[in-house]
């Protein structure tokens, strides 16, 4: 027989957890239509933070919540009454996990927008960082909940450990790209925005994973690298070039008087030293040519950048033009001379006609 004082018990834990829902639910909405409102007046980030980490309270672990308050005035048993806390704790820690994945990803995008103009080695770095704290948080609060549930974590964790060794073994391609990954971040061979060469490939890194590294080539294609192989490559970094080092070679032809080919070093020289950004290095009559008097010339420019170089080579080029023309010296363009050497007939006999 149902007695009142029972009906009355159930009630009343009906109304304490619909009301739990009801303040959870609506103060959640409340509480982050006012952070919304007083965000943008405000010049902290906390909270803009606030807001972000209360939108991921689920209205499931709301429902949870009340209902777990409710169950705390009836009379249930000792074994449906642990089950409850018990429930509730994982509910709890998995809303934990919601929120410190949120909270990681938030804190990682806002530190990467600060320091992506002043430090871009930062948004190599942080990625993978972030994943691994991410990685860490879920795995500490899935042995809390296996814990309270009274699963022994420490024989857990030494099976796992021996499972561990087998699973390595049978992806040892992905950890490989994935230690790789580790190794790009801290020892930093390039970082996102560098300028590399890789073997026969070339392009600008646009972003660097836990397996693959892609780069946009020139030609406007994304090549996807496996960590692993593009550590093993040689790589060629032209963002840390701090001199650009420049060496061509102009031709002159054999006949250029004697004279000019002695001042020519000299001309190149003027040249290049009228020019602030640039240091000469040498200018020098190399060598013989198949079809010109050759001369080899080095400088270095101090800005790094391809376009200053093309530059700076096109104005050189253009005077050493207009130095040649006043001077008469002319630039060699291949030639060939043909000499033909006409054997002598023999002579004909006064008899050779009769």
């Given at each position: 027989?149902?007695?009142?004082?029972?009906?009355?018990?159930?009630?009343?834990?009906?109304?304490?957890?619909?009301?739990?829902?009801?303040?959870?639910?609506?103060?959640?909405?409340?509480?982050?239509?006012?952070?919304?409102i007083?965000?943008?007046?405000?010049?902290?980030?906390?909270?803009?933070?606030?807001?972000?980490?209360?939108?991921?309270?689920?209205d499931?672990?709301?429902?949870?919540?009340?209902?777990?308050?409710?169950?705390?005035?009836?009379?249930?048993?000792?074994?449906?009454?642990?089950?409850?806390?018990?429930?509730?704790?994982?509910?709890?820690?998995?809303?934990?996990a919601?929120?410190?994945?949120?909270?990681?990803?938030?804190?990682?995008?806002?530190?990467r927008?600060?320091?992506?103009e002043?430090?871009?080695?930062?948004?190599?770095?942080?990625?993978?960082?972030?994943?691994?704290?991410?990685?860490?948080?879920?795995?500490?609060?899935?042995?809390?909940?296996?814990?309270?549930?009274?699963?022994?974590?420490?024989?857990?964790?030494?099976?796992?450990?021996?499972?561990?060794?087998?699973?390595?073994?049978?992806?040892?391609?992905?950890?490989?790209?994935?230690?790789a990954?580790?190794?790009?971040?801290?020892?930093?061979?390039?970082?996102?925005?560098?300028?590399?060469?890789?073997?026969?490939?070339?392009?600008?890194?646009?972003?660097?994973g836990?397996?693959?590294?892609?780069?946009?080539?020139?030609?406007?294609?994304?090549?996807?690298?496996?960590?692993?192989?593009?550590?093993?490559?040689?790589?060629r970094?032209?963002?840390?070039?701090?001199?650009?080092?420049v060496?061509?070679?102009?031709?002159?032809?054999?006949?250029?008087p004697?004279?000019?080919?002695?001042?020519?070093?000299?001309?190149?020289k003027?040249?290049?030293?009228?020019?602030s950004?640039?240091?000469?290095?040498?200018?020098?009559?190399?060598?013989?040519?198949?079809?010109?008097?050759?001369?080899?010339?080095?400088?270095?420019i101090?800005?790094?950048?391809?376009?200053?170089?093309?530059?700076?080579?096109?104005?050189?080029?253009?005077?050493?033009?207009?130095?040649f023309?006043?001077?008469?010296?002319?630039?060699?363009?291949?030639?060939?001379?043909?000499?033909?050497?006409?054997?002598?007939?023999?002579?004909?006999?006064?008899?050779?006609?009769?």
């Amino acid at each position: 027989m149902i007695h009142l004082k029972d009906i009355s018990i159930w009630l009343y834990a009906g109304l304490i957890t619909v009301a739990v829902f009801l303040v959870g639910y609506y103060g959640k909405k409340i509480m982050v239509n006012r952070l919304r409102i007083s965000a943008p007046t405000t010049k902290t980030d906390w909270d803009d933070l606030a807001g972000l980490l209360l939108e991921r309270i689920h209205d499931i672990f709301l429902l949870l919540l009340a209902l777990y308050a409710g169950s705390l005035v009836l009379p249930l048993s000792e074994d449906v009454s642990d089950l409850f806390g018990k429930l509730f704790v994982v509910a709890f820690l998995f809303q934990a996990a919601l929120i410190g994945n949120r909270a990681i990803a938030l804190a990682i995008k806002r530190y990467r927008q600060r320091k992506t103009e002043s430090n871009i080695a930062a948004t190599t770095t942080l990625g993978s960082i972030g994943f691994v704290l991410q990685l860490l948080l879920w795995f500490s609060l899935l042995l809390v909940a296996l814990d309270n549930f009274g699963i022994n974590i420490t024989t857990l964790i030494a099976g796992l450990g021996i499972g561990g060794i087998a699973v390595a073994l049978a992806v040892q391609n992905i950890l490989g790209d994935l230690f790789a990954s580790f190794s790009i971040v801290f020892d930093k061979p390039f970082v996102i925005g560098d300028f590399i060469i890789v073997g026969d490939f070339l392009g600008t890194v646009e972003y660097v994973g836990l397996k693959t590294t892609r780069i946009r080539s020139l030609s406007g294609e994304q090549l996807i690298f496996s960590n692993a192989d593009l550590l093993q490559s040689r790589i060629r970094n032209f963002k840390r070039m701090q001199e650009r080092r420049v060496v061509f070679t102009i031709g002159v032809r054999y006949q250029t008087p004697h004279k000019k080919l002695q001042a020519l070093p000299g001309m190149i020289k003027e040249i290049i030293e009228e020019r602030s950004d640039v240091r000469f290095d040498r200018a020098h009559f190399k060598e013989y040519g198949a079809y010109s008097l050759n001369f080899e010339i080095v400088f270095w420019i101090m800005n790094p950048d391809y376009n200053v170089f093309m530059d700076i080579q096109q104005a050189i080029n253009l005077s050493l033009y207009e130095c040649f023309e006043e001077n008469g010296i002319e630039f060699a363009y291949p030639t060939q001379k043909i000499i033909i050497e006409k054997d002598e007939l023999p002579s004909k006999s006064p008899n050779s006609f009769k």
